[in-house]
């Protein structure tokens, strides 16, 4: 093929083939791109969190099968992986860890997270410089018998510029010869320059970097919600399990009752043998001992159904045989209720300043204003300023020699005149609305967290009462329990009022237990409403003060006053 073609081929065996091979074997391992892609990702997580927090933690949304091929996760194995058996005994700290490793909810919001930081990744890649390598060999065959191979090669660099402007260079190579008839070849070779800057309409580094801006707001909006999501996780799991306690201790409840009604039926059978007693009483006792067993087995149901609610919510295997660790609820039965007293003005001050999802709204609120000026930008006339220069080597076949003097030059300026702005005066317009929306809806945020706050202050206190109330009646229906069994035995009482008093003591055990979870629960999301949870702080639903600012536990003299007794009405509606 002559000088030419030698050199070429040369330059391919030596160049060429070596870089299209690493290219195909790179190419072929997407692990490469996965890393590559992960590597980037977290390192922005990592930043967002430190700029956010001040302080970051290891992410990662690997799981079990992540470093696995699609191809090879077979659902028979899905179908095997929830069919495991297993049996282990959980305390409160096992299970938050568990449902952290397990959950599908938290995997979900994990990826969610990643996804917004991936998107940003897009978004900076816009502004680096975009490489593009391309060659394209044929062979044709005119109608008059020549045939001719041709190979072109191009290799392009572009880059976007924060000021609205986009450079690019060019380098091309075109190889033509033919092989019958005339054996004619050429070989040449091109650079080329441009840059276009607009000057009106999309110029500036406000516009030009508007997507980049956004995706970075997005990101850090996705960091608060996720740590947002995080503590309302931990809450939720914490309230979940101590409400499977108190099912548990209702079951218990239940059980001791019906023993104490079998015994006091066998007891009443036994004095009605002995003449004592009436067949009205025995058949009473006997319908109440029925009840109670029911009760019981109820109770027995609903427990075994809310366990496995709370076995899919940790996501293991329905099959997984949980046992939970009854210690918890007895610890917080010994802690007692653990004050938290703050006025609801104080409450609302810090969560603005501190509640994630409100510091998200207001930031949202700042994105739909900034768009109303983005949006104006594209009614503007458009003004663009653009240059380019090319060179190309001497014909037909040497490809390697320029001359400086063949240099073509141009620039010049290109208008849009805005005799067209119909799309762009319907998105403005639409702009103003939605911001105008974005202030109602702001505003409505904080009417609902007020209202949020308030309503949890009003059930703090509400549930405060009602524990203190079911831990006296509890006393009581424990003494009317006693004081009947023993005047049925003297003769003075009749089945009934052993019956009434034995409903009111379980009645009275169960509101007690389920009062003091309630307070528990009602009290961290309260915290949780304000912003101000703590949930890093080790065993955070004992401790006096979970909070990423001080609070007193020691109620104000207006508070006391209220726990000693009821407000009275004509004090609760006066003006």
Known sequence: MGNISNRLEKQFLRIGLPASLCLAVVACKTSYYHDKADKEVYQIIEEVESQVF??????SINTKFSERKASEIEPS???????????????????LD????????????????????LSLTGERWEFSPQFLARSTASRDRASNGDQTGSVGSRL?????????????ATVANDLLRFYTGDPRRSAVSSLSLNIVQPLLRGAGRTIARE????????????????????????VDIISQFFNLLQQRDIVRNRFTDYQSRTNSTARLEGRFAAGLETA?????????ELTSRNGYVNTVANYQTQLDQFKIRLGVPLTHELQLDDTELKTLEETGLIETFIDSKTAFELAVANHLLILNDIDRFEDSRRQVKIVANRLRPGLDFFADASLASERPTDYTEFDIDDLRAGAGFEIDLPVNRFRERNQYRAAVVNFERAIRTLGLTLDQKRNQIERGLRTLSQLRENYRIQTLAVTLAEERVTSADLNIQAGRAVVRDLVEAQNELLAAKNSRS????????ARLQLLLDIGILNTDIERYWLE??????????EPASAAKAETVGVTIPSKLFEE
């Open 98 to 117: 568990l449902a952290v490793n397990n959950s599908r909810e938290y995997q979900t919001e994990k990826e969610r997270l990643y996804l917004s930081a």
């Open 211 to 234: 997507n980049l801006k956004q995706a970075e707001r997005n990101v850090i909006y996705a960091v608060r919600d996720f740590s947002q999501f995080q503590r309302e996780f931990s």
């Open 54 to 59: 001040g302080t970051t933690n290891q992410f």
């Open 514 to 521: 389920a009062a003091l979870v309630d307070y528990l629960s």
């Open 77 to 95: 194995e899905i179908i095997a992986d929830r069919q495991e058996l297993s049996k282990r005994t959980l305390d409160l700290d096992a299970t």
């Open 280 to 288: 009205v009483g025995v058949g009473l006792a006997r319908q109440a």
């Open 156 to 168: 392009s660099v572009g880059q976007a510029l924060t000021t609205g402007a986009s450079i690019g």
């Open 544 to 553: 006096p003060s979970p909070t990423t600012v001080p609070l007193s536990n």
